[in-house]
T-cell receptor, first 113, second 113 residues
Framework: GQNIDQPTEMTATEGAIVQINCTYQ??????LFWYQQHAGEAPTFLSY????GLEEKGRFSSFLSRSKGYSYLLLKELQMKDSASYLC??????????????FGRGTSLIVHP | DAGVTQSPTHLIKTRGQQVTLRCSPK?????VSWYQQALGQGPQFIFQ???????QRGNFPDRFSGHQFPNYSSELNVNALLLGDSALYLCASSQGLAVGELFFGEGSRLTVL
């Protein structure tokens, strides 16, 4: 099975930087995703890491260390609209050649003025 | 280009009833995965359909069943509804079994009374 752990809630100030951590334990690791989910809406894709290192995409960056089972999502220049739940999802190989992403419970980020 | 569409968006049922939820994948996608998301939790994998067959299944009872049609659309059926089945049911589509980025629909909010 898989175990994914991320903080339940974080708060930050508009314009600041916030780092959301995710630790995982899994066999057959095949990539890690971050999704953003605003209240009452569907999750939307933010980033994907399969190799160690940092992936940067605008204000958002994601880091992966496979040996440590650790990832973080870095949000810069926070805006009020960044208030949302951030879901860490680990993809692992399954039988039949399928790869199923398993989601953590999500981190609720509250950005205040 | 239509994204993932789900219906109905909201529905209310009573214990013991049966429900059918529907999903049309994003154009060009052939794989549909269903997730259950309880309030304050991350999405939990129910099952995945590819080539009209259930390819992977999460830890859900047999009361949860599904189907995929030749046009790649899918249905999720839940029998003998329990209060604990109240949740947001998300459909996600992707291309092929090696699931990359998931594209989610807006979800069907099920309330069981």
């Amino acid at each position: 099975g898989q175990n994914i752990d991320q903080p339940t809630e974080m708060t930050a100030t508009e314009g600041a930087i916030v780092q959301i951590n995710c630790t995982y334990q899994t066999s057959g690791f095949n990539g890690l995703f971050w999704y953003q989910q605003h209240a009452g809406e569907a999750p939307t894709f933010l980033s994907y890491n399969v190799l160690d290192g940092l992936e940067e995409k605008g204000r958002f960056s994601s880091f992966l260390s496979r040996s440590k089972g650790y990832s973080y999502l870095l949000l810069k220049e926070l805006q009020m609209k960044d208030s949302a739940s951030y879901l860490c999802a680990v993809r692992a190989s399954a039988s039949g050649g399928s790869y199923i992403p398993t989601f953590g419970r999500g981190t609720s980020l509250i950005v205040h003025p | 280009d239509a994204g993932v569409t789900q219906s109905p968006t909201h529905l209310i049922k009573t214990r013991g009833q049966q429900v059918t939820l529907r999903c049309s994948p994003k154009s060009g996608h052939d794989t549909v995965s269903w997730y259950q998301q309880a309030l304050g939790q991350g999405p939990q994998f129910i099952f995945q359909y590819y080539e009209e067959e259930e390819r992977q299944r999460g830890n859900f009872p047999d009361r949860f069943s599904g189907h995929q049609f030749p046009n790649y659309s899918s249905e999720l059926n839940v029998n003998a509804l329990l209060l604990g089945d109240s949740a947001l049911y998300l459909c996600a589509s992707s291309q092929g079994l090696a699931v990359g980025e998931l594209f989610f629909g807006e979800g069907s909010r099920l309330t069981v009374l």
